[in-house]
Structure formats: C-alpha cells, structure tokens
C-alpha cells in the first residue's frame, strides 16, 4: 500500500477498498496490508473518532493526519480520511500501542481515550471493524481534515472597511442592563447599570460573509475602530442623558472599550464632557477586555490610571473559567470584575473555586459579577458563591417581562419587542415604544439600587 | 515587538536650543518616537494650574490661594522620583512650573506610587486647586506626543498669570514630525502579498541565550527569529506596522509560516544547534510547522524550544493546551515570553505547566517579590540583559538562562552596583 507523501494530507480515502481489503483478511484469503515479508507485525486497524469530539476544530483533525501519517509511514499502512474520522490500516510492531498512546496525550482535552480511538487486531478484530466501517460516515472528503486555513485578500479587507462604513452607529451600538439581586428586599431585582457596547454579534452577522471577518485578529482592529464611534456617541448623549446614557436609567453607566480607545483622545473628550455628570452623581465604569491586558499591559496600566483620574471606575470584561483558574485578576485592581458565564461552572475546578475566594476577599463582596447569562441556572450559582449582580440574556428577559406587567402602554408589545427596543440605542427601534421612560429604567422600580463598594466612588 | 531605535536627546533642531532643557529633551523624545515608533509614556504635571484654577469635577479643590504652587512644586519634583527612577525614566523641567516624567515599558508599582505621592502633596492642603485629573494627565508616545506638546507648551495666558513672569511667552516648539500612518486593512493585503513572495532568508537572525553556572556563561541555545523591523522598513518604508496592534498580530502569522518555510530548507538546520523559535498558537498547528516537523533533523529532536506570547496563550486557552500537549508529543519544550512585572503576579504560571518562562528585564523587577520566580518548574529565562545590573539581579534570584548584550560565553565579567 502506498504511504502517504504529505504528512499533512491524508490520502484520498477509499472506503471501499479498505472494506474490501479487510473482508478478504477476514476471510484470510487476501493479501496483507504491506507487501508480505517474513517478520512483518500482523495488520491492524486503527479507528480514530474524531467526529465524537464536540467542538472539533481544523487544526485538530490536521494534527491527527500528521501524527497518524507518521504511523503509516513507521508502520507501512495507508491513511483514510472517513469524514471527521480516520482509519489507519497498518502493520505497527507493538500492535499500534504507542501511537494511540501519543493520539491520548494529544486529544486528552477533547476526548477520553477509550472515546478517541479504537484498535482492532486483524483478522481476529475484523468484524467490529467492518461493523465501525461501515457505520462510519460514507462520505469522503479528500484533503477536507487539512485544508488549509481561509486567508482573506485584500479585497476582502475592502469589503469589511465597506460594510462597516455602511453600517450606522445605532446598529452596531446596543446597551444591556446588569442587575442587584437582592432576596429578601422589597425590590429583589434592581437595576445596577447601563452598558453600552459594540454588538459584537450583530456586527458578526453582518459581516459573517466575509471570510476575514472570522479572524478574530481582524474583528479586535475592527473594534478598536468602532470604539471612537461609540465615543462619539457617547459625547453626545452623556451630557444630555440620550438613550446611550444611565442619566434616565439606572445612574450607573458602563462603557465597553478597548485599551487602545480608552486611551484615545475620544475617551478624554468623554472624561471632560461626562466631568459635570460624574459630579452629580453618574457613575461611569470602563470595561476592558481581560485578553487584551496579556498583549500590553503598560497600556492596561496607563488606562487603569486614566480612568481612575476621570473618576470613573475599572471594570475587567471577559473573563471565563479557564482564564480564572489561571490567574489572579485582583492582582489589576480592578473595581469589578465581570465573569462569563458557562456550564462548567455549575462543576468548578478547585482553581476556579479558589480564584472566586480570593477575589471576593481581595476585592471585597459583590466585586464579582457574571455575565452571559442565559438561563437562571447561573443566578442559584452565583447567589451560592457570593455573587449578587447578574447581566445576560436571561435577565433582559425577566426584565422585559416586568416592564410589560407594570406598563400601562404594553397593549401589544410582544416580549421580543420590549427585548429589542431596550437593546438598541438608535432612535429606529426605540420609536415603537410608548413608554420610553420605563424602557429607559431598565425595570418597573421606584428608585434605583446602588451598586456595591467601590462602584460608586 | 522589537524595540530598534532608542530615543535620546540630539537636538538638531535649532528651534530646540532657545527651549529649556528639560522641554527640549521632551521634544526631542516626542520626535524620536513618532519617527521610530519607540513607545514611552509620560506624565505631565501642571503644577501651574494651581495658583488660579478654581477646579471642577470630582474631588475638585476650592480655588488655591496665592502662591500656593511655590510650596509644593519641590515636593511634587520628589513625588515624581519613582517613575524618575524606571527603566530609562527622566525628570522634565519645562519651566513655568511645570514637570514631566518619561519611561520606558511597564511601572505599574511606580506609577501609582508616584500618583499616590502627588495626591498625597496636593491633599495635604485643603485650599489647593484643581483635582488631580486635571493637573496630571498620563500619555503614550508616539500616539499622543503632539497633544503632550500642546499642553506642556499651553500658553500661560490660558491659565492665568504667572506671578513670576506675567507676560512671559513660552518658546515655540516646533510640532513633531508627522507619524507614518498605521497599518490599515488594504495596506495589510498589499504587505502579506509581498511578505509572501519577499526572500526573507537575509533577515534571519540568531541571538543566544547562555545558561549560567560557575560564574560562567555557556551556550544554551540560539534564538532563530526574523528581524521584523528590517523587513517592515523594505517592504512598507511608508507604514507603521507597529501602531496598530492587532493588525500587527495577523501579520506575524505571516512571518510565522515565512520562517518555518526558511528552517524547512536542508541547509538551515543542517549543523544548527539547539535552537527556539518565536510562534503563535496558531503557528504550532500549521501545514507548515507539521512540515517543519517532519523535515526536523534527528539531532534536534527534543532540543528545540517553541516561545509562544502569554496573549496568544490567554486569547484560546483550549487551542494552546492542544498545541501544547501536540508540541510536547514530537519532543518540543515550550517557553512563555515576554512577561513583565504586571503579567508575574497576574499569571498561576505552574498551571500553564511550561518549561521555560522569558523575563524581560526592567529596573521595575528589581520591586518584585523573589518568591514569584520559584513557582511552579518553570526555569526562567532574563532577556533584555544588556548590562551587569541586569545579570547581576537575575544572578541574585537564582535565574539560570540569560539573553542580552551583556551575555556571551565565557567567564561572568565583574558585576558592579547594588544588588
């Protein structure tokens, strides 16, 4: 049999050869996978199940082919590409131990071992391994487990600068609002702030046809560019308490920046402007994103100054279990810290647990906060570890419900309705609604809550 | 990204000679680092806003009486001292009662210390003027050096008298020179299309990195990297390709699977020695690095080491722990580069199971706890060593490799200062 010449490519898969060429080991009749020599180890086929593995990127079926190629090429057998999954029919002295071993150390991640891949002696293994064969997807895709990675052009480029220049500030600002929970109080939920932000996820939308927009290196230049359009924004409607400000909401409002915009000269027109806010009681917090702080963190200092010398408060976006079993945020001195929520926190890791501690005790309680909320499994979570201010989908549901239970005007508004309208920050969407002063609250309450700590310093 | 040019004071300018010296020196580092992209920051202190500005804002101060500035400007001179005392930092006197620092890198302990002390000097007379935002404002060059002239050159007639000198003009300042332009998508098509066809062979370089045993240095191993700066001047003269971060990023993928290309040629590694490589995450898990890979000679199996960025590592930690686990299956060792003092206590380093962690030096270092440097099993790397301070601490907290003008093979030159 052939060995592969690229040990990125796995050959063009011939099911039906490798079917037949095993039915005829089964039956002892038919050649041997190698050319016959006196010595050679027996055949065995090796089944990797890549396509049991969720999340299953390119790059992961590339190094399979390359780690599997190398076998091929050790063990003189041929390379299959059976969909996501791969079979090896190969003559390995130890049986195709080590391989798999390797295959185990490499995949612990995404799959179990006795999950990743299964090892069937021929021909004594030959009917399980017809049996996985034939079940296994039908269909090939020559070279698909390796193509290379898409490489945007310069008119791609083009295009983005294209469809973002087309797109108005409305669209691609939209605003959210965290809450206090509260058990126990006459109001359980109050509404803690306003953030305004890109929307990230319908400017993903919109440029989801455009290959580079899938770089996430493209999409963070791109925001760092939109930023001075939200701050724009931003210095309109702070001082006149628009649709973008907490003026009319919950008076605490959140900006999400990157580090290059919060040290832009944008960010120190919005200091100056929102000083006679601030000096009335606005609170504004700045978001930045945690990722970015490992690429500069000078910049994350001088923006953490900058910001604590407008007065406004530090908050760090975007952390999620991984990174905060990993590090110690409070190390940053930030004054909140927002993170994300999944379903692997309903079972933490100890260093997860342990990082929780320390911040709570670093900080100070209520400090952290979760976000990305989108069922109320995460609120039991957070209220168990101290956890009292919530953000997320989940929570503009609960609070587009209230709004529609205690407004006056909400004969025929649909729940989606509410939900959109309290989102968006262009007139547009936000016209369809009677009662813009309940919209803008954020939440049917007589007064708003103040957010914890250091928030309102 | 490589720092290439270092700013220092030549004042060609004959505009320059009629400026304080202090003024001068700061225009001529707002000069440098627009023309080289050379990042500093820098906080200037209005110390003449607080005679007459009633303040506004925040914690602002009632108006300040007369002559209050006279009895602080020495105190907030020494308030300045710990940036002062930075990595290449510089006390400013621009005149007019006016002070800026500069520095190099990362000072977070010094900057808040500094910006503590200065509220400590302002707060401690109730009759001061305005807040500190308004006195101090922090900029990085080269983006904000022409605002930082306009506020460190605004005229006093905008603030109020001068009681020493009421009508005293300050001298002109010639604006810096126009920045090149950053990178923007198009031009970023345009230099990966070049950057693909380009020979980049004469822009391989090689740096060592010693391990020190016996008041020796001994070789290590060789770092294998392409000289960006070089290659950016040829192929784009009329960009920055340094100003726009992210941009930047994409385009070292580029120069990743440019210098694999380069070491799968036969005669690259031929008789090479141990050697490290600069990559992204993505890098590891390329057609190309498994082509690398496959080419690698016998020799060099297990004695290569792969230095990967802490925010490419933070960016996709599932992809880094994949590209990890892969990497060590074909015997690669992999290094964390370029941490700083803020990243050190901000990164459980022992979790992220490396087997080397780079530390760039800085005088900031000298600050840190010696006991962040033992966890976990990762050897440490100080690069940056160019001279004997630099050795000398790294030497003091029991740091085995270095890299840096300072570093070559052979007996450890004598170390002078404090430890």
Redesign the interface.
Known sequence: MARPT???QPAPSAPRHLLETIERLARADGPRPSAPSAGLPPPTLLGLHLSRAP?L?A??R??AA??LG?AAERGGGQLHALGADMALLFSPADGGAAVVA?LA??????LPPETLCSLWPLPAAADPALVWLRCAHATTEPGSA?A??AQ???????A??GALQSMSTGEIVHRQTAVLLRPGHADPLVPAFREVAIATTALEARLASLP?AS????F??LA?RLDQRMLAALLQDVPAAGPLSAGTGPGALHVNLTL?GA?S?GF?RL?TAA??A??AGLRIGIELPF????????????AR??IR???MAVVLDGL?A??L?????E??EPDLVKLSWSASLLTPAP?VLQAIARLNGALGHGRLMLHRIDDESAIGWGMRHGIVMFQGRYIDTVLAAARLGACPQAKGCTLRACLDRAAATDFGPRGGCRNLALLDLGAPLTRPATPPARLAA | MPDTHQPGLHPADPHLFALPPGLAALTTLVRDCSVSGVARQVLLLRTDLLDTHPGSGPGARPAARPGARSGHLARLRDALEPLAAAERGRLHELGHDRLAVSWRGDAPDRLRRTLEAIEAVLGGNPLDGPALPELARLFALPRDGAALLALATDPPGRIGSDPAAPDAPLPYVPPPPRPRPPLDPASLGLMETRLAAANVARFARRRIVCRLGNDRFTPAWETRYLNVAELMSELAPDRNAFADPWLFRRLTRMFDRRMLALLTTKAELHEAGPFSLDLNVGGVLSPEFIRFDATLPAALRGQAVLALHPADIMADLPTFTFARAYARARGYRILMRALGPTLIPLLDLAALELDFVELRWTPALTALDPGALRAGTARWLLSRADGPDAVHWGRSVGIGLFQGDAVRPGPLPPLHGPP
Do not use: M
């Open positions: 690229d040990p990125t999340g990127h790059h992961h590339r190094i390359a780690l190398e390797t150390r490499v995949f612990a991640t995404l390796t290379p990675d945007a052009s310069a008119a791609h480029y083009a983005l600068d580079a770089d996430p290196f493209l963070s230049h760092t290059p040290l000269e120190a200091a000083a006679p601030l000096a990722a970015e702080i490992f690429a500069d963190p000078t910049a994350y200092v001088l100054e900058r010398l407008a007065g999620t991984d990174t079993a990993l590090t110690a945020p190390t940053l260093p």
